[in-house]
Structure formats: C-alpha cells, structure tokens
C-alpha cells in the first residue's frame, strides 16, 4: 500500500517569513495530492491540491509543486502569519475512475508556528 | 449548505453501553467516509461509503458498526468499546471522484471509560 512521509514534524517561522514543507510518497499509481490544514481544536480542511498531470499549483499564498519522477511533493507558504499557525497534513491518493477501493494515505503532519 | 454536520461533540461512554455518532451533509455528496484521530497523529480511515453502499472496511473491529441509511446521512454504532477507543472521530464526504476534495465534520470527542 501506499505510504506517505512527511517532514519536518515541527517547523517554527518568523510572521512573514515563508515556510516549507515536504512529503514524499512510495505508490506510483498514487495520482491526488490535497493539503489539509488543521487548526487547534477545529476539522482538517483542504487548502490546495494538485494531480499528477500539473507540476505546480498556486493560490494567494500558497504553492504546492510535485516531482512524479522523485515521488516528492511540498507545500511552500509565503508571507506566513499568526493564523496560518496549525498542523498541515499532505496526502496522497489514486482518484478517479478505477480509484474505488484506493484510500487516501495521510502523512505525519506538521505542526507550524508562526511567532509574531 | 457546505458543512457536514456531527453530532455529538462529545461523548463520555462505559464500556458497556451503546451509543451512536451521527453525520449529515446536504452538498448531494455521494462518498462519506469515517475517520479515527488520535491526538498528533494523522486521520486514519476507518470506514468509507459510495452510493449509500460499503466500499472499504480498512480491518475496523466489529464494536464499531457504520450504517448509511440515506445518501445524506452517516451513522456509527458504538457498541463494548474499550479505552484506546477514545479519539476524535470524524465524518467526511465527497462529490465526484474519490478521495478528492474532502469536505470533514468537526468531528466527536469521544472518552470511553
């Protein structure tokens, strides 16, 4: 099955300064990348995601860029502030026709800090 | 309506008793999942639904028993759980293809005693 690494586990960042993180995966067949953010306390909620076929996606503030060949992807967060504090989770799935059966692998999370 | 709703929030149970955990979402999703989240650690799947049918039972033990009664609702049956059953547990559901764009509930606290 599938298995999905992610580091670092706690990244501490200066408001304003961007802050990166990566993940890799081991499923070839995986095609799906989402981002979760999860805040103290609240539900995991989807910032941004990317499929196999795109190498980078970008919205506002954050990217997140995908290497097939490598089987890594990250997610950069430029301008970090006070809220974007909470753990981040990537993923990886195969989705679309013929994924049934497939789940969506979660890596470890990272716990970001951003120090006003 | 965008919100998968779980009731309840929290949930202090014996090991003896039986209870349910309830989820709803009116977004027409047609794929709803279970999730189990221990403190620090990632979601991890427990149960997964296509078309009110039972598509994936990652291995759960058979105290947890999930039923779809309807395309917008999601229940848990909860029935001689033990301690390390207590965790977060969250809903989530889906439109289209699977595994995209999870949209999760807040999710049940419980504490089983």
């Known amino acids: 099955g599938e298995n999905v690494e992610q580091h670092p586990s706690t990244l501490s960042v200066q408001e304003g300064d961007s802050a990166v993180i990566k993940c890799t995966y081991s499923?070839?067949?995986?095609?799906?990348f989402p981002w979760y953010k999860q805040e103290l306390g609240k539900r995991p909620q989807l910032i941004i995601d990317?499929?196999?076929?795109?190498g980078e996606k970008k919205d506002q503030r954050i990217a997140v860029t995908l290497n097939k060949t490598a089987k890594h992807f990250s997610l950069h967060i430029t301008e970090t502030q006070p809220e974007d504090s909470a753990v981040y989770f990537c993923?990886?799935?195969?989705?679309?026709?013929?994924?049934?059966?497939?789940?969506?692998?979660f890596g470890g999370g990272t716990r970001v800090l951003v120090k006003p | 309506d965008t919100e998968v709703t779980q009731t309840p929030k929290h949930l202090v149970m014996g090991m003896t008793n039986k209870k349910s955990l309830k989820c709803e979402q009116h977004?027409?999703?047609?794929?709803m999942y279970w999730y189990k989240q221990k403190a620090k650690k990632p979601p991890e799947l427990m149960f997964v639904?296509?078309?009110?049918?039972?598509?994936i039972n990652e291995s759960v033990p058979s105290r947890f028993s999930p039923e779809c009664p309807n395309s917008s609702l999601l229940n848990l049956h909860l029935h001689a759980l033990q301690p390390e059953d207590s965790a977060l547990y969250l809903c989530?559901?889906?439109?289209?293809?699977?595994?995209?764009?999870?949209?999760f509930g807040s999710g049940t606290q419980l504490s089983v005693l």
């Open positions: 639904y296509s078309y009110e049918k039972l598509s």
């Open positions: 499923d070839s067949a995986s095609n799906y």
């Open positions: 990317i499929r196999s076929n795109v």
């Open positions: 977004m027409g999703h047609r794929a």
């Open positions: 993923a990886a799935a195969s989705s679309g026709a013929g994924a049934a059966g497939n789940k969506l692998t």
């Open positions: 989530a559901s889906s439109q289209g293809q699977w595994n995209e764009k999870l949209f």
